[in-house]
Structures are given as C-alpha cells and as structure tokens.
C-alpha cells in the first residue's frame, strides 16, 4: 500500500500530478484544488489510496489526511467510485460535505458532474452520522460585510466556472491578503482572485 509520496512535480495535468520519488514518477489522480495550485519543481506531499482493479492500479492524491478520510468514506457509498469520489472532492471542501450531510441536502452533490440524483441522496444517507461536523471557518461565518463581499466573490468565479471548492477558497485566501479597502469591494476582491487563479487552468478548475 502507497500511502504518501513527497518529493518534486515534473509534470501537471487539470485532474492529476506526476511526483518524482526515488527517481521513478508516480501518476497520481488529484482533486483540482491540487492540480491548480501544484508547480512543476516544486515539492509536493500527498496522502495517497492505491485503487487496485484487475486491469489497473491507480493513485489518488489528497492535500491533507481528513480529505483522504473522507475519500474512503464516500467509497463506501453504494454507486460511488474513485472518480465519482475525486470528483466530490474537487467541487466541495470537507465541510462542505459534512454541512450537506448533516443538513440532509443532496443538491450540491446533485451538482457533481457524475454524480446523479439517486447516488446524491445515497451519500446523505449512508454517510449520515459518519462525517465530522463542520468547523467555523473564516469564510464560513455570517454577518460581517466582509464576508458578504467573500460570498458574492465566491458566487462570481462559480458562474465563471470554478468548483465552489476552488471558488470559496481562492476568495477567502485572496481576502486574507487584500488590504481593508480592496477586502470591501467586490470587483477589487474579484480581480484579484482571478489573478491568483490565473487563466490557464481555469478550465481544469470547473467542477
């Protein structure tokens, strides 16, 4: 079992890494949060699930342990497989997940590409009481006019395209950088978030 890899990215593509370890490259299938942020040279640290089939043994690479949880756990689910499982968590956070879960809501998973309406409503159910609640988060909490501008951004780069994962973290990270004046407006904090995601893998981010 390949349970992490570390070392440098020689190669990127819209949904995977090529990591360098030891001199041999792994190919490893990545949510886009991933893929998007990975720099060929730089180092990389994944936690990784090997999915072996008959025909095929494959890597999937996850930024944090609590990602490659709930991994598991959405494999669990009746209908869901490796992809259909990277593609959840390319589109929504783990709190995302946990939120949707624990409220019963299937429509962001309906949202998934893959992912259709009898399988949503099976991960609500089957994942029910499995997931860790949700933590408060900066861009999670409600009422302050920052957050508001945060939101509209986030809403803003999904109409673009963007998954709400990719979306809600590039807006709360670019957010947390801007100055108080650029931190209230919409079109500043839009700007410069798209700056950050940059145009050339704005297609592998839609989720």
Same mark, same amino acid.
Request: no cysteine; aromatic share 4%.
């Given at each position: 079992?390949?349970?992490? /890899?570390?070392? !440098?990215?020689?190669?990127?593509?819209?949904?995977?890494?090529?990591?360098?370890?030891?001199?041999?490259?792994?190919?490893?299938?990545?949510? #886009?949060?991933? #893929?998007?942020?990975? &720099?060929?040279?730089?180092?990389? &640290?994944?936690?990784?699930?090997?999915?072996?089939?008959?025909?095929?043994?494959?890597?999937?690479?996850?930024?944090?342990?609590?990602?490659?949880?709930?991994?598991?756990?959405?494999?669990?689910?009746?209908?869901?497989? *490796?992809?259909?499982? /990277?593609?959840?968590?390319?589109?929504?956070?783990?709190?995302?997940?946990?939120? %949707?879960? #624990?409220?019963?809501?299937?429509?962001?998973?309906?949202?998934?590409?893959?992912?259709?309406?009898?399988?949503?409503?099976?991960?609500?159910?089957?994942? %029910?009481?499995?997931?860790?609640? *949700?933590?408060?988060? !900066?861009?999670?909490?409600?009422?302050?006019? %920052?957050?508001?501008?945060?939101?509209?951004?986030?809403?803003?780069?999904?109409?673009?395209?963007?998954?709400?994962?990719?979306?809600?973290?590039?807006? %709360?990270?670019?957010?947390?950088?801007?100055?108080?004046?650029?931190?209230?407006?919409?079109?500043? /904090?839009?700007?410069?978030?798209?700056?950050?995601?940059?145009?050339?893998?704005?297609?592998?981010?839609?989720?």
């Amino acid at each position: 079992m390949i349970s992490s /890899l570390h070392g !440098p990215v020689l190669s990127t593509g819209t949904d995977h890494v090529v990591v360098e370890v030891g001199g041999v490259g792994f190919f490893v299938f990545v949510p #886009a949060d991933v #893929a998007h942020t990975a &720099r060929v040279g730089e180092n990389l &640290r994944l936690h990784t699930s090997l999915i072996v089939r008959e025909d095929a043994l494959t890597l999937f690479g996850f930024a944090d342990r609590v990602e490659l949880d709930v991994f598991g756990q959405l494999l669990s689910v009746t209908g869901v497989g *490796p992809k259909s499982a /990277l593609g959840v968590l390319g589109h929504l956070t783990v709190d995302q997940i946990a939120a %949707a879960v #624990a409220d019963d809501d299937d429509a962001p998973f309906r949202r998934v590409s893959g992912i259709g309406p009898k399988t949503a409503k099976l991960i609500v159910v089957q994942l %029910a009481g499995k997931l860790q609640p *949700p933590s408060s988060t !900066p861009s999670s909490r409600t009422g302050s006019a %920052a957050d508001a501008v945060v939101a509209q951004v986030t809403a803003a780069l999904v109409g673009l395209g963007w998954s709400e994962k990719v979306a809600g973290e590039a807006a %709360a990270e670019t957010a947390d950088a801007a100055s108080d004046a650029d931190r209230s407006s919409v079109p500043a /904090l839009l700007r410069q978030a798209l700056a950050a995601l940059g145009p050339a893998k704005a297609g592998g981010a839609r989720g």
